[in-house]
Structure formats: structure tokens, C-alpha cells
Nanobody
Framework: QVQLLESGGGLVQAGGSLRLSCVAS????????MGWYRQAAGKQRELVAT???????NYADSVKGRFTISRDNAKRAAYLQMNSLKPEDTAVYYC?????????WGQGTQVTVSS
């Protein structure tokens, strides 16, 4: 059974930094795309950033220049370095992994940015 284990969320002041990690386990199939989505209270889940197996990345306009996504294919892990955090970045952040046969989501990790 595939599991995505997230870590690194927490409470930080505006302007601070956090680093999220996600590790996939339970399958040896290749992962084409890994990424992070977020859902703020009362809002729909939205894309934050994705990274393909070859390293190509995609970012939401709201995080460009502040967030950096990366992955380690050998560790089957993805990371999200979040700098210059703003209160509007407060949300539950979900890891996402697209395998050749199915997509999976993590349980989510809370990120709270205080003003």
C-alpha cells in the first residue's frame, strides 16, 4: 500500500521559513510527478508546486520566487522550501505523487503563518 509521509509543518512568523518533506513508500514503481497542494480554511485545494522526474518544475504565481520544490528520486522524496512566508500561506499542505498507474495524496501537514 502506497503511503506518502509528510513532515515539516508548523507555526512560523511572517517572513520566516519552513521546509516540508514527503517520502513515498509501499511501491517500487516509478513516480512521474511529485508536488504540493494546499487548502486554506473555507477554500478549495490549490496547486503550490510540482516537480517531474526529470527535474522540470511548475509553481503557482503566488509562491514564485519564495518557494522552491525539489526531489530526490533515489529516496522517493520531494521537498518544499518555503521562504518569506506570508499569513496568506496558512493552509494544510498535501503531498501528491503520480505513479504510472495511480495518483496518491498524503494526509496533510498544517502550516500556520502569524502576522
Amino acid at each position: 500500500q502506497v503511503q506518502l509521509l509528510e513532515s515539516g509543518g508548523g507555526l512560523v512568523q511572517a517572513g520566516g521559513s519552513l521546509r516540508l518533506s514527503c517520502v513515498a513508500s509501499g511501491s517500487m514503481f516509478s513516480i512521474s510527478t511529485m508536488g504540493w497542494y494546499r487548502q486554506a480554511a473555507g477554500k478549495q485545494r490549490e496547486l503550490v508546486a510540482t516537480v517531474r522526474s526529470g527535474g522540470g518544475t511548475n509553481y503557482a504565481d503566488s509562491v514564485k520566487g519564495r518557494f522552491t520544490i525539489s526531489r530526490d528520486n533515489a529516496k522517493r522524496a520531494a521537498y518544499l522550501q518555503m521562504n518569506s512566508l506570508k499569513p496568506e500561506d496558512t493552509a494544510v499542505y498535501y503531498c501528491y505523487a503520480a505513479f504510472i498507474y495511480n495518483d496518491y495524496w498524503g494526509q496533510g501537514t498544517q502550516v500556520t503563518v502569524s502576522s
